[in-house]
């Protein structure tokens, strides 16, 4: 079972800040956040990870709340190739992601 | 790179037939995962290989479903016979510990059509 959790769809205007949140209450002291994105009929493609510190790169930036309780996916200028489904996922290195449902990001002209 | 390389990328079989899906893991990488999604399950992990070897398999839904992965370049995934409720899209997806990391890279996936 998944052990995040998301809300099912968002929208976003072109060009804005999109804030995908989500919740994972029981994470563990080993266990990293990532974030993957599923662009239609693609494979998973990988945006970002953390476990404590926030983290940026060139396509995100990840907020971990001090607690770990929750974080924020933060796409800083939304364009319509980023509508896609985004998968949070807690791990701990040891191999198996357990995707959940995501969320479903629209980006709107 | 060439990225996580699968084959063929759609596949359309008749119940009952034996179908073999293909996967090359991007060079360098030690783990190799292999995934279903259906619009029903989502996408689930079937099995995955840590140098060479099945180390959770525990994902593959019943005997008729099989992965081997003989070298460090190449896996395939077999269901024999196939059934129409095998039909979905395949993922592919390999890693490396060396790169800081559990981060997997996909493949474009197989589509399999069971009719």
């Known amino acids: 079972d998944a052990k995040t959790t998301q809300p099912p769809s968002m929208d976003c205007a072109e060009g804005r800040a999109a804030n995908l949140p989500c919740n994972h209450s029981t994470i563990s002291g080993n266990e990293y956040v990532y974030w993957y994105r599923q662009i239609h009929s693609q494979g998973p493609q990988y945006i970002i990870h953390?476990?404590?510190n926030n983290e940026t790169n060139e396509m995100a930036s990840l907020i971990i709340t001090e607690d770990r309780k929750s974080s924020t996916l933060i796409l800083p200028h939304a364009t319509l190739r980023d509508t896609a489904v985004y998968y949070c996922?807690?791990?701990?290195?040891?191999?198996?992601?357990?995707f959940g449902q995501g969320t479903e990001l629209s980006v709107k002209p | 790179d060439a990225g996580v390389i699968q084959s063929p990328r759609h596949e359309v079989t008749e119940m009952g037939q034996e179908v073999t899906l293909r996967c090359k893991p991007i060079?360098?990488?030690?783990?190799l995962f292999w995934y279903r999604q259906t619009m029903m399950r989502g996408l689930e992990l079937l099995i995955y290989f840590n140098n060479n070897v099945p180390i959770d398999d525990s994902g593959m839904p019943e005997d008729r479903f099989s992965a081997k992965m003989p070298n460090a370049s190449f896996s395939t995934l077999k269901i024999q016979p196939s059934e129409p409720r095998d039909s979905a899209v395949y993922f592919c997806a390999s890693s490396s510990r060396a790169s800081g990391g559990d981060t997997q890279y996909f493949g474009p996936g197989t589509r399999l059509t069971v009719l």
């Open positions: 996922i807690v791990n701990n290195q040891g191999g198996k992601l357990i």
């Open positions: 060079s360098g990488h030690n783990s």
């Open positions: 953390g476990l404590k």
